[in-house]
Nanobody
Framework: QAHLVESGGGLVQPGGSLKLSCSVS????????IGWFRQAPGKEREFVAG?????????NYADSVKGRFAISRDNAKNTVSLQMRSLKPEDTAVYYC?????????????????WGQGTQVTVSS
């Protein structure tokens, strides 16, 4: 059974950094794209970053996080990370990771078959 668990969320001051991790089990991470999404209170879930199943090609990022966030994967450790820097209050949300078999890390949530439960990120002074 596929299982994704996010970790690393918390409270951070504006301008600070956090590193989120997505640990997977029950499937071979090497054959899945991983996407990070977020949902703020009262807003729809939005795409943050994605990395293709092969790791080849450039990762995809939402315009709002380009240059500040970086996604990476370690198939041997069954983990995908999201390094977040220069955090802003508007980055506050629950962050989710999701898996898409043979996917390319695109932004459409409907392409992803498996989802984690999310981790809260709060950016506030």
């Amino acid at each position: 059974q596929a299982h994704l668990v996010e970790s690393g969320g918390g409270l951070v001051q504006p301008g600070g950094s956090l590193k989120l991790s997505c640990s997977v089990s029950g499937f071979n991470l090497a054959y899945y794209a991983i996407g990070w999404f977020r949902q703020a209170p009262g807003k729809e879930r939005e795409f943050v970053a994605g990395i293709s199943w092969s790791g080849g090609g450039m990762p995809n990022y939402a315009d709002s996080v380009k240059g500040r966030f970086a996604i990476s994967r370690d198939n041997a450790k069954n983990t995908v990370s999201l390094q977040m820097r220069s955090l802003k209050p508007e980055d506050t949300a629950v962050y989710y990771c999701a898996a898409d078999h043979y996917g390319l890390g695109h932004s459409r949530p409907g392409e992803y078959e498996y989802w984690g439960q999310g981790t809260q990120v709060t950016v506030s002074s």
